[in-house]
C-alpha cells in the first residue's frame, strides 16, 4: 500500500500502537515471570546454613536431655533456672558445651559448707573469666556466677533478685558498663545507685569491677564511653563504701596481647589474666579465708 506523504490511514496507526504496547509488555513481563518461577535451583547458602543449624541444635538438645536426667535435683533445680534466663543465643551455646562434656561458666556449683560463698555478677566478659577465678580459688571459695549474660543495669534491676537466689553471699563482684555505653549517664548513675543499694540488703561484701576498655576500632563505639561510666561508678562505689576492682587500669597496657583483634571480648591469656586480678581482689575482701 502506497501513503502519499507522510499521510497514514487511523486503522494504521492504531495497529502500530498496539504492537508496540504489545512488544514492550513482552519485554517487561519476561523478567518477572521469571521471577515468579517456583524455584527450581537449590537452596541459598543461608537457608543451608539455618537448616544445618537447626539441625546441630536439636542434636545438641537431646544430648543435653539425656545428660540432664542424670543429674541431682538440685542441679536439675539450677537448669531450671538456667533454660529460663539464658535466651535464645546463650543457652544453644550452654547446650552444646554440655553435649560436648564440656565444663561450663555456668555449671551448676555445689558448695562446700566450709567455705565462703563469693557471687559473680555481669556481662560475657565475666563469663570469660569466670572458670579463671574458679580455678584460681578451688579448695578456697564457693564461686558461683549469675544465670545469664547480665547486660546493662536495666536488666539488673528486673532480674537482680533471680541472680541472688535464695542463698547468703558472702561475697558479690559485680560490673555493669560495655552493655550501658549507651545509656544516659543520669540513668546509668540512677540504675546502679538502685542495685548498690539492693546488693547492700544481703549483707554480703561488695567489690565493684570497673568495665574493661574497648579497642580503638570496633563496632562497640569509642572507649570515652566506658572511661565515662567508671567515672559515674567510682562515684557511686565511693558514696557507699564499696572498694573498685580497677580492671580497665589493669588491662588497658596490654590490650595488643590479651585482647582480641577489633572486639571487647579477651583471648583464654587475657582471661586467666583477669581472672588472678579477681581472685586476689577476693580473698583480699575475705581476709584470705
Known amino acids: 500500500m502506497i501513503f502519499v506523504g507522510n499521510r497514514q490511514p487511523i486503522w494504521y496507526k492504531k495497529f502500530m500502537m498496539i504492537t508496540r504496547w504489545i512488544f514492550l509488555a513482552a ?3 519476561v523478567p518477572l515471570r521469571a521471577y515468579a518461577q517456583p524455584a527450581t535451583t537449590e537452596p541459598t547458602n543461608a537457608r543451608e546454613a539455618a537448616e544445618k543449624k537447626a539441625a546441630v541444635d536439636r542434636a545438641n538438645d537431646e544430648k543435653y536431655q539425656r545428660w540432664k536426667a542424670t543429674c541431682s535435683p538440685e542441679e536439675q533445680a539450677w537448669l531450671k533456672v538456667l533454660e529460663e534466663n539464658l535466651g535464645s543465643f546463650y543457652l ?4 552444646m558445651e554440655k553435649a560436648r562434656g ?3 561458666a555456668w555449671d551448676y556449683v555445689k558448695d562446700d559448707p566450709k567455705l565462703p560463698r563469693v557471687l559473680l555478677i ?3 566478659i565475666s563469663r570469660g573469666y569466670t572458670l579463671p577465678v574458679r580455678k584460681a580459688l578451688a579448695g578456697k571459695v564457693n564461686v558461683h556466677r549469675a544465670p545469664e549474660n547480665c547486660g546493662p543495669t536495666a536488666n539488673g534491676l528486673k532480674k537482680l533478685d533471680i541472680w541472688l537466689g535464695d542463698g547468703k553471699w558472702d561475697l558479690i563482684h559485680f560490673n555493669f558498663g560495655i552493655h550501658d555505653r549507651a545509656t544516659q549517664p543520669a540513668d546509668y548513675e540512677q540504675r546502679l545507685e538502685t542495685i548498690v543499694v539492693r546488693l547492700q540488703k544481703t549483707g554480703a561484701k561488695l567489690i565493684w569491677a570497673s568495665t574493661t576498655p574497648l579497642p580503638a576500632e570496633s563496632r562497640y563505639g569509642s572507649d570515652a564511653a566506658i572511661v565515662e561510666r567508671n567515672a559515674i561508678a567510682a562515684r557511686v562505689m565511693a558514696k557507699h563504701g564499696i572498694p573498685v576492682n580497677d580492671l580497665y587500669a589493669r588491662v ?3 590490650l595488643a596481647e590479651f585482647q582480641n583483634p577489633n572486639d571487647c571480648h579477651f583471648n583464654s591469656a587475657g582471661y586467666e589474666f583477669l581472672g588472678q586480678q579477681i581472685a586476689a581482689e577476693i580473698l583480699a575482701a575475705l581476709g584470705n579465708k
Do not use: I
Open 27 to 29: 519485554v517487561l513481563l
Open 92 to 95: 544453644p551455646l550452654y547446650k
Open 102 to 104: 564440656s565444663v561450663s
Open 122 to 124: 555481669g556481662d560475657s
Open 252 to 254: 588497658k597496657p596490654r
